[in-house]
């Protein structure tokens, strides 16, 4: 596709059970983001990869969290012992350099019941 | 560190009015400023950056934007608004051009009235 996806677009977890989120970003994007929006509030950092290494992970808010990007291109967000609190957009973004334009997916919704 | 401040949670105005969208930043270093829409059911769009190169920066869609260090403020103009301008407007800052780490603001919701 044209643009960078995400799926599942929905996802609704058990509060304790594992998931998995992926993003597909623009082809020939080096650089890809995590963000995570929760309800009224803007997008918040997570973490940055430039290639398959992640150049910024400051953002993740604890070791439940984790993100790869083995090959470059596609990346996995993990969140391990769901908690209701990581109810929240998962927002993926990919730009071809860390100073040019970043373009957004149109996230994943995750609810923790 | 770095923080936005957008006041207020929503904005309505009538079409062909004024629209404004404020928006201060707090940085340590001279900031990268970015001005994102989130049209319904579509992912971020970027509306305008500033990178110190102009302090007045043109974006798309007719809005713009002016850097104004000694307020350190960001706001967002249009000289008339559009009913297809109705969205959620973030601005957001970064210590650097690269979009590697952006604050975000948590966003104003503008309505468009006929």
């Known amino acids: 596709g044209a643009g960078v996806s995400q799926t599942p677009s929905n996802k609704v977890t058990e509060k304790g059970k594992y998931v998995e989120l992926r993003c597909d970003p623009i082809s020939g994007h080096t650089a890809l983001y995590w963000y995570r929006q929760s309800l009224g509030q803007g997008p918040e950092f997570l973490i940055y990869f430039q290639g398959t290494g992640a150049a910024d992970d400051s953002g993740l808010p604890n070791d439940r969290f984790f993100a790869v990007r083995p090959e470059g291109s596609v990346s996995t967000l993990k969140i391990q012992r769901t908690e209701r609190g990581d109810s929240a957009v998962y927002l993926c973004?990919?730009?071809f350099g860390p100073g040019d334009e970043a373009f957004f997916g149109q996230g994943t919704r995750l609810t923790v019941v | 560190a770095q923080s936005v401040t957008q006041l207020g949670s929503h904005v309505s105005v009538s079409e062909g009015a004024l629209v404004l969208l404020r928006c201060n930043y707090s940085s340590s270093v001279p900031p990268y400023l970015f001005w994102y829409v989130q049209y319904p059911n579509q992912g971020l769009q970027l509306l305008l950056k500033y990178t110190s190169a102009a302090t007045l920066v043109k974006g798309i869609n007719g809005f713009e934007a002016e850097f104004k260090k000694s307020e350190t403020s960001f706001h967002l103009t249009k000289p008339s608004a559009h009913m297809s301008d109705a969205a959620e407007y973030f601005c957001?800052?970064?210590?650097?051009?690269?979009?590697?780490?952006?604050?975000f603001g948590k966003g104003i919701t503008l309505s468009v009235r006929p």
């Open positions: 973004a990919s730009s």
């Open positions: 957001a800052v970064s210590d650097s051009g690269a979009n590697s780490k952006l604050t």
